[in-house]
Each structure stands twice: as structure tokens, then as C-alpha cells.
């Protein structure tokens, strides 16, 4: 956005003001100033028409008895008159039968006034009365009759000085005029200007200071009782508002930051419990030629965990792959919940010689876990529970048993991909089946094998240009180019690919990847 | 000049690594090694002012070499890349100035500026 340059009100309010009263003043003085001229001017022509016709009659005798002498005696008369240069009387356009010329002139403006007039008469009619003006000279031309019948013309020239001069006169006085009505428009100008803006400047300066100096005891009085006064109240009052508002404001936030701190504190220490109860990363070193774990909670608590046990001897082992209800920190009780009941289960496998059965284990899970919630009550109001693949491997017997709760386990085994599908039952849950048998897979490991168990969080990720789930379609398509790289390339790359498909969309669930190569 | 020693088993994470550090503009030099042994043998070749290493290594894992490389330095300047979110680890190095944590994979941005804060970290010991 263009910053266009500051210009104070009150500038622009004289500027306003003064400039139009100029406009008014130059019209109105340009108006009197034409009125005044065409006055003038027919005013001199109305005087030498006066003077014509009165010389007119006097002269009356003297043409009747073609006594041109006496006539141009008479006409002598008027080198009284200064602005008087020429006088004719003419019987016809072309006959002049008396005339006065100004001893003033010289030849050649005697001779210059002389065609001018025969001009004059060439083109208008004679017999009338004729009046004509240029910038030097006015001429006046006025019949003689005699008992109604015309006997002659007088004509009457006179030079513009007089006009000039009232010209050049009127307009120095209108100049001045002029110029003095302009500054005391301008002094008006400014004194008003300052009785309007001064108010606005004094709301300026208040919300300057609630602005800037953060001041809410601001506050504007006003010196007169009119519409400003309205305005001043009105941001007195809002002010006050403001105040008692940012107030509790200031008050609720500290006590919101308060809870905030102590909540995050105690999340954070959560994390810690529950990170506690993932296994040492070395302990699957022991069983496994190469693995990798991706364990991200959503939040700084989550519902997924994985769990590592080894169990009777150094030939065995399990892994449970757990995605509890929800994430954050209810997702986090449920995962306290399962560690219980796991090692309830841990405890009894070290101390009986039974079979390990994944699937058994999925189940003694189920009913523990709607036991401790209280859901095989129709009316209990707990519906947590979790989804997940337990796995336990015999190193010596070269043997891999593994049962699931909805999510699948993918594993490679002759370079060929096998999906196991889980059983559509989850663990806990009230409308889940208290009864359920889930199924048992059992793998001979002996030609090697490569294992993945992945939570949700992986394959329902939104992203790409449709923000659409990863799927399980691209997940087993992306397995498939990575599966003989190392371990430690393949975490990489399933952490890339699953960066790279979320782009920015957000992190929908708590993640969990377990990659082990036997 | 920085001079960064990437410490990874995954081929590709270091690849990854060293190809964002080369995106700043930031005036450095990479060594890299596959695991915590391999690390101190570079280590104690040339004088390094930052170690990004990963956690889950073969042979030597990254606590061990951490550990190791404070007997040496308390003020060297490491950045811990781990997959997993253990909150347990991150305590153990809560009190340590010049120990920081980023998430795998790396954020670009977060990447860069524990690299320019080492940088600073470097200026002001100079």
C-alpha cells in the first residue's frame, strides 16, 4: 500500500477556505470590475451625446442659413472640453459643412480622425443616431432636424483618456480591495480553523496517549457545549470501558497463563512417566540384526506406545505396537493402563512354561481391559480402548507368532510382501466382544524376514494435493522400493515420505513405525 | 567457519542432512562418520564446532559419543537428532548449554537457526 504523505487538517482547512474565497472574490471583483467599465463607458457616451444634440440645436440657425463661419465659431466652443478632439457637421456622408479639430492634434491624427469618421458614416446609416468606440477614441453622431426634416449630422469625437484614467483608477482601488478582503478571509480563515481543529487535535493527542503510552486514564474536557463535547464524552466513556475491559483482561491471562504453566508442567512431567515406559532402543540389539522405531506423539503425550519384553530367556521375546483411544493426554491414561495389565501378562508368561500366544494375549487384554473400565456394564459411560499387534519371536526356534487388532503387519519374506490383515475387533471398548478368539499368524523366520507394525498415525496421514490419507495402497507401493535398504535408510525414508505427503497439513494422530530385519 | 560433523548409520539421513546444512548461507565445512566410533576417529583428526549426530547407532549409539566428546569439550556445540520422542533423554541433557534436540526428520528452518546460534556461540569465543 502506497504511503501517501501526511497533511495536517488544519492546512487543509485554510488552504480550503482561502482558496474558495478567492474564487469568490476574483469572480465578483471581475464582475464589478466589467460592470464598472461598461458603466463608464456609457456614461461618456451618454455625456458627448448630450453635448452632440445640445450643439446640434445651437448650430440649427447657422446650417439653416449655410453661415459656416458662424458654425465653426460655435463649434470652437468646445476646445473647452479637454477629452473633445473633433467635431463635424455634415450635410451628407461625404459634405462637411463645419468642423473643430483640437489644436492638440497634429496633421495626421486630424487626418486619421477625419477618414475615421467618413468611415464610420460610409457604413452606418447617416440619418440616425450612431455611436462607436475603439481603444482611442468615442464617436457620437446625432441628426439635425428642422420642422422634423433632416438637415444635417453632427458628430462629436473624443479621445478614451478620461475612460483610461478611470480604468487605471478603479482598478488600483479594486486591487486593494481586493487584497484586503483576501487577508481578512485568510485571518477569518485561520481563527475558524483553529476553533474547529483544535478539538480534533486534543482527540489526536488523547488517542496518541492511549496508543502509544498505553494511558487509559486519558481523558478529553471539553471547553464549549456542542457536537465536540458529544464526541468527548463518547471517548471518555469508551476509554473507561476499554480500561475496566483490559483490566480483566490482564487479570483472566494471568490466571490463564497460570493454569497454562502448571498444566504444562504437568504434561511435561507426564511425558516423562510415559517415556519411561518405552523400551531402551539397545534391548532389541540383542534379538534383532537391524531395526528402527519411529515413536512421535502428536502432542508431548500420546496414545501410541510400543513395548519390549524379553521374556523366559534370551531366545524369546515380544513387542507389542499399541494405538490407545485418542491421543494427548487421554490417549496417555489409556496407555498407563495397558503397561499395567502388560506386565500383569510379562509376569505370568516368566513364571509358567505355556506356549506364548499373541492371540491368547490379545484376548486376556480385552477382557482385562473392560474389566478395569468397567465396560461390560451397557451402561458405563468409559469407551476407551486400543488397537495394536503383539509379535513374539523365538530366535532358537526360528519362529514368529503374531495376532492384531485392526491394524495390519507387513513383512517380507523371499523378497516377497505378505499383508496380515488384523481382526476387525479392537481391545476394551464397550460394544467390543468380550468372547472374541483373534487369530494367530505363525512364520518361519529361518530364510530371514523383515517386519513392519505401524500405527494408524502412518497410512491415515491427510495430505498431498487432495488432502487425502497416505493409504495403505502407497504405503505397501513406497515398502516395496525401500524394503532391502538398511534399517537405518528406511526409518529415513519413512520419515521423509510421510513429511513430504503432510507438506504443511497438520499432524493428525500420535505415530508409531517399527521396522525389524530377523 | 563452521566446521559440522554429521554422525549417522543412514546413508540417506546424511545425505539429507549435509544438503540442507549446503542450502544455508552459512560459511562451513562437513565431515561425516556412520556410527559413534567412527565419529571420535574424525573428531580427533580435525577440530570440529558442531556434532549433529543421531541417537540409535551400531557399534557406538549417539549417548555414548556424546558422552565421550564432553570428556573432551563441555563447550562443543551438539544437536541430537532422534526419531524417537523419549522426554527421558531430553532431561538427561536438560542442564546442558550447549546440547540441543531436534526432531527426525529435520526442520529446515529449526536446523538453521541452532546452526547460526552455534555460529554466534563461535564469534563470541573468538
Redesign the interface.
Known amino acids: 500500500m502506497l504511503n501517501k504523505k501526511f497533511h495536517s487538517i488544519s492546512t487543509k482547512l485554510v488552504l480550503l477556505i482561502s482558496l474558495s474565497a478567492t474564487i469568490a472574490l476574483t469572480l465578483s471583483f471581475v464582475a464589478i470590475f466589467i460592470y464598472t467599465l461598461q458603466q463608464n463607458k456609457t456614461d461618456r457616451i451618454e455625456s458627448l451625446s448630450i453635448t452632440s444634440k445640445i450643439m446640434g440645436q445651437n448650430l440649427l440657425a447657422a446650417i439653416d442659413f449655410d453661415d459656416s463661419m458662424g458654425a465653426d465659431s460655435t463649434l470652437q466652443t468646445l476646445s473647452l472640453a479637454q477629452n473633445i478632439e473633433a467635431a463635424f457637421i455634415f450635410r451628407d456622408e461625404k459634405t462637411i459643412f463645419s468642423s473643430y479639430v483640437s489644436s492638440r492634434e497634429d496633421s495626421k491624427s486630424r487626418d486619421y480622425i477625419q477618414n475615421m469618421v467618413k468611415n464610420i458614416y460610409k457604413n452606418r446609416d447617416i440619418k440616425k443616431n450612431i455611436e462607436y468606440i475603439n481603444f482611442d477614441h468615442i464617436f457620437v453622431s446625432n441628426p439635425i432636424l428642422f420642422e422634423g426634416k433632416y438637415i444635417a449630422s453632427f458628430c462629436i469625437v473624443s479621445n478614451t483618456n478620461k475612460l483610461k484614467e478611470n480604468f487605471i483608477g478603479e482598478s488600483i482601488v479594486l486591487f486593494f480591495v481586493f487584497i484586503s478582503t483576501l487577508l481578512i478571509i485568510i485571518i477569518f480563515s485561520l481563527k475558524i480553523q483553529k476553533t474547529f481543529t483544535s478539538p480534533i487535535f486534543q482527540m489526536k493527542e488523547a488517542f496518541e496517549d492511549v496508543s502509544l503510552n498505553k494511558n487509559f486514564n486519558a481523558k478529553i474536557v471539553a471547553k464549549n457545549n456542542d457536537e465536540f463535547k458529544i464526541l468527548f464524552d463518547g471517548f471518555n466513556y469508551m476509554i473507561s470501558t476499554i480500561k475496566e475491559s483490559t483490566t480483566e483482561l490482564e487479570k483472566a491471562k494471568k490466571e490463564v497463563d497460570e493454569i497454562h504453566k502448571k498444566t504444562k508442567a504437568s504434561i511435561?512431567y507426564a511425558?516423562?512417566i510415559?517415556?519411561?515406559l518405552?523400551p531402551d532402543?539397545?534391548s532389541f540389539?540383542k534379538y534383532f540384526d537391524e531395526y528402527?522405531?519411529?515413536?512421535?506423539?502428536k502432542d508431548?503425550v500420546g496414545g501410541d506406545i510400543y513395548l519390549f519384553e524379553e521374556l523366559r530367556n534370551d531366545d524369546e521375546c515380544i513387542l507389542m505396537v499399541i494405538d490407545c483411544t485418542g491421543h494427548g493426554v487421554p490417549g496417555a491414561f489409556v496407555t498407563m493402563l495397558v503397561k499395567a495389565i502388560e506386565r500383569q501378562i510379562i509376569e505370568r508368561i516368566k513364571h509358567s512354561d505355556e506356549v506364548v500366544s499373541p492371540a491368547k494375549l490379545l484376548s486376556v487384554f480385552n477382557s482385562s481391559m473392560k474389566h478395569i473400565l468397567k465396560q461390560e456394564d451397557s451402561m458405563s459411560i468409559s469407551n476407551a480402548g486400543f488397537d495394536g499387534q503383539i509379535i513374539y519371536y523365538n530366535k532358537r526356534e526360528n519362529i514368529l507368532r503374531f495376532a492384531s487388532a485392526r491394524n495390519d503387519i507387513f513383512y517380507y519374506k523371499n523378497d516377497e510382501l505378505h499383508v496380515v490383515k488384523g481382526d476387525r475387533q479392537s481391545i476394551g471398548y464397550k460394544d467390543s466382544n468380550i468372547e472374541y478368539t483373534f487369530t494367530e499368524h505363525t512364520v518361519d523366520t529361518s530364510d530371514g524376514l523383515t517386519l513392519y507394525a505401524l500405527t494408524d498415525g502412518f497410512w491415515d496421514q491427510n495430505g498431498g494435493e487432495k488432502e487425502l490419507p497416505y493409504g495403505k495402497r502407497r504405503l505397501k507401493r513406497m515398502l516395496n522400493d525401500i524394503h532391502n535398504?538398511?534399517m537405518?535408510?528406511q526409518?529415513?525414508?519413512f520419515?521423509?515420505a510421510?513429511?513430504m505427503y503432510r507438506n504443511h497439513h497438520e499432524v493428525n494422530d500420535d505415530l508409531t513405525v517399527i521396522g525389524l530385519k530377523l | 567457519m563452521l566446521n559440522i560433523l554429521v554422525v549417522?548409520?543412514?546413508?540417506?539421513?546424511r545425505k539429507?542432512t549435509i544438503a540442507t546444512i549446503e542450502s544455508f548461507n552459512i560459511e562451513h565445512s562437513i565431515t561425516h562418520a556412520i556410527d559413534g566410533e567412527d565419529a571420535l576417529k574424525a573428531f580427533a583428526l580435525k577440530k570440529h564446532n558442531l556434532v549433529i549426530t543421531?541417537?540409535?547407532?551400531?557399534n557406538m549409539?549417539g549417548l555414548e559419543l556424546i558422552a565421550k566428546l564432553r570428556e573432551i569439550s563441555k563447550e562443543l556445540d551438539i544437536i541430537i537428532i532422534t526419531?524417537?520422542?523419549?522426554?527421558?533423554?531430553k532431561?538427561l541433557f536438560k542442564s546442558e548449554r550447549y546440547t540441543s534436540f531436534i526432531?527426525?526428520?529435520i526442520d529446515t528452518k529449526v536446523l538453521e537457526a541452532y546452526l547460526l546460534k552455534t555460529q554466534n556461540h563461535i564469534l563470541k569465543g573468538n
Do not use: C, G, T
Open positions: 511435561e511425558a516423562l510415559q517415556s519411561s518405552v532402543i539397545n540389539r528402527f522405531v519411529i515413536w512421535h506423539p508431548l535398504e538398511s537405518a535408510d526409518q529415513e525414508e520419515l521423509y510421510f513429511e | 549417522d548409520d543412514s546413508k540417506v539421513a539429507r543421531d541417537l540409535e547407532m551400531p549409539d526419531a524417537v520422542a523419549n522426554e527421558q533423554i532431561q526432531r527426525k526428520p
